[in-house]
């Protein structure tokens, strides 16, 4: 029992393994071994004990042991609570709360507060495994990488870099983040995404096209000074359930009114003063018949919307349609309620507005992201303390990797893929930019703006639809050939839609690569007897670095155990699986590498000096450590420090943490925030579209943060900017040789940002928000009945969009499919959800036994009078059929009021059956996660986001019946 | 003139008037917000949610089923309102009234013994035996015998050690005797639940009443408390009273007691086990005095009554006198004892022919 | 002397289970034994309401009054805890236990039960402070460390509370202060009339939408 370094686990039943587990580690090395003593008495003359099992299986004490407290962050939602972590000889033997962080006070989740079972890690996977003729073996890293990067080469050469996929992920940290978008950029394709594509990216698409920025205004920690809180489509009490820490306190110290608008009653709604609940895929409907009423009674807030808002007007006529029988008819909401949470909100002010993934998975989940944005600056409730669209990301780190831009239409920073964009990127990376430019397919197969685009330039496949990438013929896509390899590099598949054909698809890949800290889902639900290689990559917890919470605050981490048994820290991997293919050395030009394990200092240094555009260039590693060790010097409400080394910084430096670490920038707390100087964290919205539009002046007037010199709206500043205004001599000698003929987002440095701050300006620009945006599908955002819809009656009023011939790639239905029937076989509405114990795709959380043991069953939810109708009892097996095809096996749960009738709610954290078959012995030995489960996106269906691809999961049909 | 007059009037009427309204005003004002406040009580009038949950959880005005996602028995109860109830009993009436139950019957054997003494066969021993218990009733009988007084031991253990046996045997030393206890109870438990129902059918014919004779013997008391030993036949009514009251209670005990069983893997809930707890220990104790009484009579109560358990026989005259009904049965052979049904087991030296139910010594 | 006591505020209790896993964390609970749960009321139907449940450390304990064989003892702190060396697991506590705290692992034939394991408040048991044998038998002893269970330290919006009654009662007093007099006892009507803001919750809307 030697436990320095964790074994292979022997095949145990998981009750065993949890027993052993409970007797190991902490035991063999308790804090006060050294005093025990006497005191160890035959406990008990009669073996009829629990504990004496534990006595006896009670190893000598190692002595002398040291502990170590370490500070690291949770690695599930994106609320970033701290943790304290007690080590002892290299084993995690405590976790302590972190009273003194700012965000959590100590406090966690189920999730958070079993983090500490990563460190027993029993059911990870424990070292490369090759699956040949069907069976699960053994193999090298050396070999793994050997075999891997030879065939990614073989299909390099027959069909072009393209055809390889990197699918990255939320889990990262920031510099794995960054480094694995350069990685893909080093191989050539911009075929690479992670989960942000699944969960907010219509958010970031739409709110950062209204006002600038795609992320959480305000924080968590804000919401304290809310006066009225509105969540939609979202259930916090289980996603995110410290965020109501924050919460409660608006509502017990404010006085300020709870509004939960969902289809199901949740267990956040169980807490609110007021529950809206609308049809799935209404939320257009709801939120439009709130505004309504705010215009009928002039609620709005007038002179905000004059300075500051673009486009009301037209907005005014859309909402205009949204009278209160045809909200009550849409979403089912009657007038008396909807009246009452638009006056709540009116008169209760600032509000703030949190929304979830119940707003963003639809088919228009941009125009229901725009249409929050456009209630709340209807309202006035924008760029102030309390007020704020607060948009809760999911992962730990979904906001950094979609911040470095893992994602298949930027680069890190939002930089997109235009040529401007790659030479920014080539010079941050010291790379030869044709050198770059020669990794990428050389062909066109699309247009951009009339003229031939290069694959470099064009949108890869999103992870959405990475299926279709390998199903669909290769002729109607805009690549060279189909996708042949995919690289699931920390990415659940049971996240994603459409089941059967994902598994079509797995079984056609030539190359099957999955590097995790578990096997996953995507190891077993194929049928494939060889091409598929298992990586085990190290969890957050056995590396460092930094993570950026939901409100914009990086984060570092503290390494708290080494990589259990053979696994690597995902940057090692990378750095190990570039040599092979030939760009090691471009990928880590300026980055030490020790033991090929990239530094990761270097990395948060590299990235800072290439982050402009949204300000993750303030955050030097020394500047992230020195918070990390103050967490205590931080405000519970405001973030920011009072007194200590970091005085005023707001913590973690939100960004945009403007200019680099030396000008000392204290982060943005809430974004857009006027009455602060843009060097104490105030801002203004950004001139991102233009300065003028028809004859429209798009800039802000007379609105500025405290202290702008322009005393007006202007645009973003470039060097000639500077020149004119005569500010061009503020800058150093230095800093003018690097800023002649850029603008802010690409002055390497800094110079340009730090001029116009110093006038008290907002380097890009002070414009007006627009609540028209003129270049998505629906400029004003309008309603349309999902692709899968009951109501038909609906449908010819609400139309989904016409099919899309090229979109992102791959062609994109959307009328062809709503125009046929389903309702007669499929009469109930699917949606889905989350639950507090799991995050994700859950083989993680599944695995963990301390949560396993509190969710063994997939189940539905439905209601009774469904269940009566279809002669279903509680606690029965069921089979949920979708209009697809795909039949899934699971639980009944009836409730009387949790759904509506006609609605099946699903958890999407289960997997490891399909289509009613257990494949739990189809996981290598022993990595099997404890509780497996039918996953519910096996049964869900085509639909695609109109600007994103983001997948429809929230609003589909389905059919009952008993199994 | 009357115009001045009827202006002065209405003057005074305007300054009674306005006093009068000032005064009202003053008083009435006040009072305004409270009405309100009081309109507003009863408009406004919605439970208070923190009484009603408590209300709910204390299942006072319906069932309010809770969930929970943490499985074992019971678990989604919040408040287990019974528990307290069961306590009540089991400390306040259990322990005390069930020891004063059995001190009195006890004390009542004693003090019978000291005025009564001995009963002995009034003839004497006439050195001819009887065949009255087959060696199967009689090995059934033993190890009814046994587990009983196993269970009933340790069941009394369980109950009164805590007081009585912990200051002997402190902590250690008591919890494992009350372990040791626990174990014969739950296993011991298992054999009694088989012998049971064999003890049921192998005693039953000899077992139910005979309403002419068995009504008489009771009304005499078995002749216990004086005056002439009433008829009795084979097993009397007193005997056949313990039958019924050891086979009844016998099986009352089994059931419950299996409910009380391996809640492991039954996974039964409190309510059953507190309500089977409560019928077990009443039973029991009562069937433990029955016991007592029995135990007095076969042993030190009445000479040569342990012999017909150990042996299989008796002696003639002690059947004349006890069971005369029975002896005269034997003496015209009618009724065929279980002797001659079974030569073979009777064991010892019996010279008697076979048909014979007498031996002799 | 303090009086250790647990407190949950219903008004706040999330059912987000982090007391139950924190305590499975600290105390390295096997698979199957709980001594924390969270009980929710009227799931899913307006005025569900959850609260974290365990040993609530009675000052008149019933399963101390009916163990057999007297193996509960109260420490200075009042923390009821009890002896597994003494304890025979009968299971009389679990019978009379109002909030269902004693836990049972199997053991022996026919799944028949262990020795009685249930929340210590986190103070361990009657072996030396933090030694591995009363770590092996009760897990943690963090009152020994100066510290409150982990239940309520980690608890996501400090619903449930831990330490000295007063101190308890006081932060419990304050809050109800704060929620001007909402949710529990007196004024509750007339505060939320008054505020024109919270009315009782009732579910409004249908999900198949109008018609």
Known sequence: MKLVKKKEGADQSPAQVVLNAATMDRRTFLKRSGISAGGIAAASSLPLSMMQKASAAAEPAASGGKTDQLRTICTHCSVGCG??????????????????????????????????????????????????????TKVSWEQAINEIGDQMKA?????????????????????????????????????????????????????????????????????????????????????????????????????????????????????????????????????????????????????????????????????????????????????????????????????????????????????????????????????????????????????????????????????????????????????????????????????????????????????????????????????????????????????????????????????????????????????????????????????????????????????????????????????????????????????????????????????????????????????????????????????????????????????????????????????????????????????????????????????????????????????????????WDDLTDAEKQLADGKNWKTDRSGGIQRVAIKHGCAPFGNAKARSVVWTFPDPVPVHREPLYTTRRDLVEKYPSYEDRKSFYRLPTRYGSIQAKDYTADFPLIMTSGRLVEYEGGGDESRSNPWLAELQQDMFAEINIEDANNYGIKDGEQIWVDGPEGASIKVMAKVTQEGVAPGVVWLPFHFGGHFQGKDLRDKYPKGSDPYVLGEACNTAFTYGYDSVTQMQETKASLCRIRSA | MSNNKQSRIRHHRMVVFSLLSLVVLTLVLPLIPYAIAELGETAGNVANPGTEYWRDVRQRDRIVTGTTQVRGVDTDVLINVTGEEWRQFRMGQLAPYGAIVLGVMVGILVVYYLVRGKIRIEAGRSGERVRRYTSAEMTVHWILAITFVLLALSGLILIYGRWVLIPLLGDAGFSATATASKVIHNYGGLLFAAIVPVAFFLYLKDSLFNLKVDAKWFLRAGGYLGGEEPSAEKVNAGQKAWYWVAMLGGFVLVASGLVLDFPNIFQQGREWLQGAHVIHTIVAIGVIVFFFVHLYLATIGVEGALESITSGHVDANWAKQHHDLWYKELQTGQGGGSASEEPSMSGGSHAGGVASPIAKD | MARMKFLCDVERCIECNACVTACKNENEV??????????????????????????????????????????????????????????????????????????????????????????????????????????????????????????????????????????????????????????????????????????????????????
């Open chain 1, 155 to 727: 299909i390099r050469e027959q069909s072009g870099p393209d055809s390889v996929y990197w699918l990255g992920s939320a889990k990262h940290n920031n510099e794995q983040a960054y480094l694995f978008r350069k990685f893909a950029a080093l191989w050539g394709t911009n075929n690479v995404d992670h989960q942000a594509r699944i969960c907010h990216s219509t958010t970031v698409a739409g709110v950062a096209n209204t006002w600038g920025y795609g992320a959480m205004t305000n924080s968590y920690n804000d919401i304290h000074n809310s006066k009225a809180i509105l969540i939609i489509g979202g259930n916090p009490a289980e996603a995110h359930p410290v965020s109501l820490q924050h919460v409660f306190r608006a509502t017990e110290r404010n006085n300020a009114p709870l509004i939960v608008i969902d289809p199901r009653f949740t267990r956040t709604a169980a807490h609110a003063d007021l529950f809206m609940r609308i049809r799935p895929g209404t939320d257009m409907a709801a939120v439009w018949g709130m505004l309504w009423h705010i215009f009928e009674n002039g609620w709005e807030d007038k002179e905000f919307i004059k300075q500051r808002v673009y486009g009301m007007d037209e907005i005014r006529a859309e909402v205009a349609k949204w009278t209160p029988d045809e909200v009550e008819r849409v979403s089912g909401v009657p007038e008396e309620t909807v009246k009452r949470a638009a006056q709540l909100m009116a008169q209760n002010r600032p509000g703030t507005f949190i929304w979830c993934m119940g707003g963003t998975q639809h088919t228009i989940g941009n125009n229901n992201t725009r249409a929050y944005c456009v209630f709340q600056l209807a309202l006035g409730n924008m760029g102030v303390a309390g007020g704020g669209t607060n948009i809760f990301r999911g992962h730990d780190n979904v906001q950094g990797a979609t911040d470095f831009g893992v994602l298949s239409h930027t680069l890190p920073g939002y930089y997109g893929l235009s040529g401007g964009a790659w030479k920014h990127w080539a010079k941050v990376w010291d790379v030869d930019h044709d050198w770059l430019v020669g990794q990428f397919d050389q062909g066109s197969y699309e247009e951009a703006k009339g003229k031939p685009a290069k694959p470099m330039n064009t949108k890869g496949i999103p992870v959405s639809r990475w299926i279709d990438g390998v199903l669909e013929d290769k002729a109607n896509m805009a690549q060279k050939d189909n996708v042949r390899a995919m690289v699931f590099w920390g990415h659940a598949p049971n996240s994603q839609t459409r089941g059967p054909d994902m598994k079509e698809a797995m079984e056609k890949l030539d190359l099957m690569v999955i590097i995790d800290p578990y096997p996953t889902v995507s190891a077993v639900m194929h049928d494939r007897t060889d091409g598929v290689y298992l990586l085990p990559a190290a969890t957050q917890f056995e590396t460092y670095g930094s993570v950026t919470a939901s409100n914009r605050s990086l984060q570092w981490r503290d390494k708290v155990i080494d990589p259990l048994f053979e696994s690597l820290p995902d940057h090692t991997i990378m750095y190990k699986l570039a040599g092979k293919l030939g760009f090691g050395e471009q990928l880590c030009k300026n980055i030490a590498v020790e033991n090929d394990e990239p530094n990761i200092e270097d990395i948060t240094r590299e990235f800072n000096k290439g982050m402009w555009t949204i300000g993750y260039t303030g955050q030097s590693p020394e500047r992230l450590k020195q918070h990390q060790r103050n967490w205590h010097t931080f405000d519970y409400t405001s973030l920011e420090a009072r007194g200590g080394p970091a005085d005023g910084d707001y913590y973690g430096m939100p960004w945009p943490c403007w200019g680099t670490a030396e000008m000392g920038h204290p982060g943005t707390p809430n974004l857009y925030d006027t009455s602060k100087p843009v060097a104490r964290g105030g801002l203004n919205f950004r001139a991102r579209f233009g300065v003028e539009r028809d004859g429209v002046n798009l800039l802000a007037e007379g609105s500025y943060p405290v202290g702008n010199e322009l005393r007006d709206g202007h645009p973003e500043f470039t060097a000639d900017m500077l020149k004119q205004l005569g500010w």
């Open chain 1, 83 to 136: 943790i304290y972590a007690e080590v002892e000889n290299g084993v995690w033997t405590g976790q302590e709360p972190a009273f003194d962080h700012p965000f959590n006070r100590g406090a966690h989740c189920a999730k958070g507060a079993s983090v500490r079972e990563h460190g027993h890690g029993e059911r990870r996977l424990k070292y490369p495994t090759k699956l040949v003729d069907g069976k699960w």
């Open chain 3, 30 to 211: 096997p698979w199957g034994v709980n001594r924390r749960r969270v009980v929710t009321i009227n799931d899913g139907s307006p005025g569900e309401r959850s609260m974290s449940v365990a040993c609530m450390h009675c000052s008149d304990a019933p399963c101390a009054a009916v163990c057999p064989v007297d193996c509960f003892y109260y420490t200075d702190d009042g923390v009821v805890l009890h002896d597994k060396d003494i304890c025979i697991g009968c299971g009389y506590c679990f019978y009379a236990c109002p909030f269902g705290a004693p836990q049972f692992p199997q053991d022996g034939a026919f799944g028949s039960r262990g020795k009685m394991d249930k929340c210590t408040f986190c103070a361990g048991g009657p072996e030396e402070d933090n030694s591995p044998e009363e770590h092996a038998k009760y897990g943690s002893n963090r009152l020994a460390e100066g510290k409150l269970p982990l239940c309520a330290e980690m608890c996501a919006t400090k619903a449930l509370l831990a330490g000295d009654g007063d101190t308890v009662a006081d932060i419990y007093r304050e809050r109800v202060t704060w929620r001007g007099s909402s949710g529990i006892g007196w004024g509750w009507g007339v505060a939320y009339g008054k505020a024109g803001l919270r009315e009782g919750k009732a579910i409004e809307g249908k999900a198949t939408g109008g018609e």
